[in-house]
T-cell receptor, first 114, second 113 residues
Framework: AQKVTQAQTEISVVEKEDVTLDCVYE???????LFWYKQPPSGELVFLIR??????QNEISGRYSWNFQKSTSSFNFTITASQVVDSAVYFC???????????FGAGTRLTVKP | DTAVSQTPKYLVTQMGNDKSIKCEQN?????MYWYKQDSKKFLKIMFS???????INETVPNRFSPKSPDKAHLNLHINSLELGDSAVYFC????????????FGAGSRLTVL
């Protein structure tokens, strides 16, 4: 079975702090894809990043970075120098190769206070 | 142009009524989906359609029925609405295969009174 766990239900930080959102996944497949989506207060779901299971290279995009470690089945997301606009619910998701079912974690609500 | 558009954005109705939510995508994608997001923000897949064929149907009551007149549209019909159906329903689309990103619509908030 495929499963995504985001153990942090809510996180609150003060602006300019760094914050890491955890994501742990379970799958028996060797080929799979991991995603992060952002859901701001306005409600839409915005795609942030995709990683495939064969690419463990970490990625940085501006203030965002992602740490993928197959050994611990984790795909963590770090925001450096957080800003109020980063306040949102962040979802980690897992999708198998050749399977249309994208499984989402329960989400982590991040609040960045000024 | 909105890539994935769904209407209506808000829907308030009485228990027992039948309602539909429409979804259209202009991305040329092969697969379309319906997800339900409850009040605790849990996102759960309900259906997906690939070339007019239902390929996923989670444990969703048969009061819910997806209808796809063509590859660009996947509408959601709900019969005999219940209080527990109140949620935000998201339509999404993607190219076929697991590698591809889902593009979501803005969501339709359904409130059943």
């Amino acid at each position: 079975a495929q499963k995504v766990t985001q153990a942090q239900t809510e996180i609150s930080v003060v602006e300019k702090e760094d914050v890491t959102l955890d994501c742990v996944y379970e799958t028996r497949d060797t080929t799979y894809y991991l995603f992060w989506y952002k859901q701001p207060p306005s409600g839409e779901l915005v795609f942030l990043i995709r990683r495939n299971s064969f690419d463990e290279q970490n990625e940085i995009s501006g203030r965002y970075s992602w740490n993928f470690q197959k050994s611990t089945s984790s795909f963590n997301f770090t925001i450096t120098a957080s800003q109020v606009v980063d306040s949102a619910v962040y979802f980690c998701a897992l999708r198998m190769y050749n399977n249309n079912d994208m499984r989402f974690g329960a989400g982590t609500r991040l609040t960045v206070k000024p | 142009d909105t890539a994935v558009s769904q209407t209506p954005k808000y829907l308030v109705t009485q228990m027992g009524n039948d309602k539909s939510i429409k979804c259209e995508q202009n991305l040329g994608h092969d697969t379309m989906y319906w997800y339900k997001q409850d009040s605790k923000k849990f996102l759960k897949i309900m259906f997906s359609y690939n070339n007019k064929e239902l390929i996923i149907n989670e444990t969703v009551p048969n009061r819910f029925s997806p209808k796809s007149p063509d590859k660009a549209h996947l509408n959601l019909h709900i019969n005999s609405l219940e209080l527990g159906d109140s949620a935000v329903y998201f339509c999404a689309s993607s190219k076929e295969s697991g590698a591809n990103v889902l593009t979501f619509g803005a969501g339709s908030r359904l409130t059943v009174l």
